[in-house]
């Protein structure tokens, strides 16, 4: 911390700007200059004298260039801000200060924003920033816009650039006052939420003007409002990715909620002639899910100042605590209601489509000369995909492992586990290679090429897009057949049945005499389901495909769900981070998108297709 701001100083900040070099400097009084690299704007807060606001100051930090300050050091703060106006003005034509206030808390009747600028230059730049405030919405705070002269920010002893010199170097003086509704007046205690709410609002209609500002008046073109945020990452943005990751690596989800027995199940479970709930078995716990849960509350999120990367990290270490609790209930009748508020439910519409598949697909005649795949061909072609996904991404480093501990396939961590017993008929064996090794292997490692690590580890809530994407590749190679569609509609079925109250038995039964299911098929959805006390995200395949189908008809692309283990609303978060440099273009493209004869149904999907048209 410097104990004032010299001339020498300011020449410093100046030269690291005009190289292109980030700033990042503590100021007199802990006030601090943050500038990410060269930029045309500046956001300014100075702390009334003698009383440090430090929550209006916050809002600031998810800004790419800011100065926090205080109102007694404004003779000295004066020739910092104008010579980075000036030497950025020259830079980029034109230059932009905005200044963040807090209104008194004495004033009675202020609006929630006051827009304080020019009375006659730029009126469309504060019609822009009137324009984005009203769109903030808060629930039970009605948001109200009102504008000023910004004359207060050019007078004494506020004033930190005179008026002929803003117009001599086209500078923009925009004042924003806020009403500090985040503070109880009585009080001063803060509502953190409505705060953080309020920052993350605030800084994108900031962007969102400062980004109408520049694309005229600046020689600086961005792409996008949002590739005017952060660039540069601080450390403990990265210290907190690898604490969460190292929680989620100490346990496998899947493996630990899925029974070791199913054989020895459904022999019990046949000789008791399908009337008694047969008896799972579960690896050993190999985690104490309580330290677990101290360890994972004891990562300071709240450090983190980047809004998109504060919520995305909020966001996981809140499905971590679910799972962690579906863990300690394991076989309980509470394992349902965590898998519920961590998987979803069966809404009407869901159950609509689902019932619709099971009545409008006939159950398949049973054919005893199904061609199976034997196990090691599969496993021979599942290793060449894998090469395939290598050739593109040398750092790939997965394979097929072959188990008698797991039932069917199951990726987990990034490797390809098939169960001894699998059935898989020659006709499925591309579509489920593409399934787990074109999409869940895929998007592992493109994950894992990203520095985020939350992107391989999966996003809260990526099972349903994964599952629509995979699903969806099925159907690309033509291996996506009715019977495969009957059973994932079987799944919505029991789920549904399942949070209503069915027993396993019930469940089975109705597979069996109202869908026809034979006793396999109807056993093995059953089991899935009720697995672990009760494991609703099996509804989560048929619900992805059905969001995913209509996400396409809207004419997005496929190809940015593929970046990682996200969910769909991720979308504009990962394009935010994309824009802002802070993520890679994605480095492994899955057969289907580089294969010609494949494209004329990718043209389909955009222009829009149901469930039931894909068979």
């Given at each position: ?171 923009l003086m925009l004042g924003l006052q806020l009403k ?40 600086h073109h961005p792409v996008h409002f949002q590739a ?388």
């Amino acid at each position: 911390m410097i104990e004032s701001i010299t001339d020498s100083f300011i020449q410093k900040i100046t030269r690291s700007l005009k190289r292109g070099k980030q700033v990042h400097r503590r100021l007199p009084q802990g006030g601090l200059i943050y500038i990410d690299r060269p930029l045309p704007f500046l956001v300014l807060f100075r702390h009334p004298a003698g009383q440090p606001d430090h929550p209006t100051a916050d809002f600031l930090k998810a800004n790419a260039a800011y100065i926090i300050s205080h109102e007694e050091r404004t003779e000295e703060l004066r020739p910092l801000v104008q010579s980075i106006a000036k030497s950025m003005a020259d830079k980029f034509g034109a230059f932009m200060i905005i200044e963040l206030m807090a209104a008194p808390t004495s004033a009675a009747d202020v609006p929630l924003f006051k827009v304080l600028g020019p009375q006659k230059q730029l009126p469309t730049t504060v019609q822009a920033i009137v324009k984005e405030l009203q769109g903030v919405k808060l629930s039970d705070i009605r948001t109200s816009v009102e504008t000023g002269s910004n004359e207060q920010l050019l007078q004494e002893p506020r004033c930190l650039m005179p008026e002929e010199d803003l117009k001599k170097h086209a500078v923009l003086m925009l004042g924003l006052q806020l009403k500090p509704v985040y503070k109880n007046t009585a009080t001063g205690k803060i509502y953190p939420l409505l705060l953080r709410t309020l920052r993350e609002k605030v800084a994108n209609a900031i962007k969102k003007t400062v980004f109408d500002f520049v694309s005229v008046q600046t020689t600086h073109h961005p792409v996008h409002f949002q590739a005017l945020g952060r660039q540069a990452v601080n450390r403990v943005v990265w210290r907190i990715d690898k604490q969460l990751t190292s929680i989620s690596d100490q346990f496998r989800f899947l493996l630990l909620v899925t029974p070791v027995n199913n054989n020895e199940a459904w022999a019990e479970f046949k000789k008791a002639r399908f009337k008694k709930q047969p008896t799972f078995h579960y690896r050993l716990m190999p985690i104490d899910a309580d330290q677990l849960k101290r360890k994972l509350y004891n990562i300071s999120i709240e450090k983190v100042d980047d809004p998109t990367l504060g919520y995305l990290f909020r966001d996981k270490r809140h499905e971590l605590d679910k799972m962690l609790t579906m863990l300690a209930d394991r076989n309980s009748p509470d394992f349902l209601y965590s898998s519920m508020q961590l998987y979803g439910t069966v809404d009407d519409q869901l159950l609509k489509v689902a019932e619709g598949i099971l009545a409008a697909l006939p159950a398949p005649a049973r054919d005893v000369n199904t061609d199976l795949i034997p196990l090691p061909e599969f496993v021979a072609q599942a290793e060449r995909e894998i090469a395939f996904l290598k050739e593109q991404y040398p750092a790939l480093d997965s394979g097929v492992d072959v188990r008698d501990d797991v039932v069917g396939l199951i990726v987990s961590k990034g490797r390809l586990n098939v169960g001894t017993d699998a059935k898989i008929p020659r006709h499925r064996a591309q579509a489920l290679i593409q399934h787990e090794v074109g999409t869940h292997i895929l998007t592992y490692f493109n994950g894992k090429a990203q520095p985020l690590h939350q992107l391989y580890v999966g996003s809260p809530g990526y099972e349903e897009l994964q599952e629509g994407l995979a699903v969806l590749s099925e159907w690309l190679v033509g291996g996506l057949d009715q019977e495969r569609m009957r059973i994932l509609a079987a799944r919505v079925v029991s789920v549904y049945h399942l949070t209503k109250g069915c027993s396993f038995v019930d469940n089975f039964r109705r597979l069996k005499d109202a869908y026809h299911f034979d006793d396999e098929t109807a056993w093995d959805v059953t089991m899935r389901v009720h697995r672990g006390g009760g494991l609703t995200k099996d509804a989560v395949y048929l619900r992805g495909l059905v969001h995913l189908l209509s996400y396409l008809k809207e004419g997005h692309e496929l190809e940015p769900l593929l970046i990682g283990k996200i969910r769909q609303d991720y979308i504009p978060i990962v394009q935010e981070l994309m824009y802002r440099n802070v993520l890679r273009p994605v480095p492994i493209k899955p057969r289907y998108l580089l294969d010609e004869n494949i494209k004329p149904k990718l043209e389909q999907l955009k222009s829009g297709i149901s469930v039931f048209n894909l068979l």
